[in-house]
């Protein structure tokens, strides 16, 4: 999905409970270390050769300074600029349940 943005993450390991996989993507990706989290959406998104569960979460406590640990580009943006940065269709439906979950519309 070359040129769209989407939300960090990744595949859960086999047996690996949703929050330690978020645990784990965040620190391989963003380099970060999670304490807490609370779920906010889970989903089917239906590609044409694939279908795949995601789950959104609202990290609440962390330590460590985000970064492109892997070397991906990554871009932090306000809720209210999601609209319109070319987040990836199966992103898409996540924008509001997050502003939700995090109490404004900011």
């Known amino acids: 999905m070359a040129g769209g943005w989407e939300f960090p993450g990744g595949k859960l390991a086999l047996d690996e409970l949703p929050f330690?996989?978020?645990?784990?993507?965040?620190?391989?990706?963003?380099?970060?270390?999670?304490?807490?989290?609370?779920?906010?959406i889970s989903y089917m998104h239906h590609y044409a050769d694939r279908r795949v569960l995601l789950d959104l979460w609202h990290?609440?406590?962390?330590?460590?300074?985000?970064?492109?640990?892997?070397?991906q580009a990554i871009k932090w943006v306000r809720l209210s600029e999601l609209d319109n940065i070319g987040l990836l269709d199966a992103d898409k439906?996540?924008?509001?349940p997050l502003k939700k979950a995090v109490g404004c519309g900011l």
């Open 20 to 40: 330690d996989g978020l645990a784990r993507e965040l620190r391989e990706e963003l380099g970060v270390e999670i304490s807490a989290a609370n779920p906010v």
């Open 59 to 71: 990290v609440t406590r962390y330590s460590g300074a985000p970064h492109s640990a892997e070397g």
């Open 93 to 96: 439906p996540m924008i509001e």
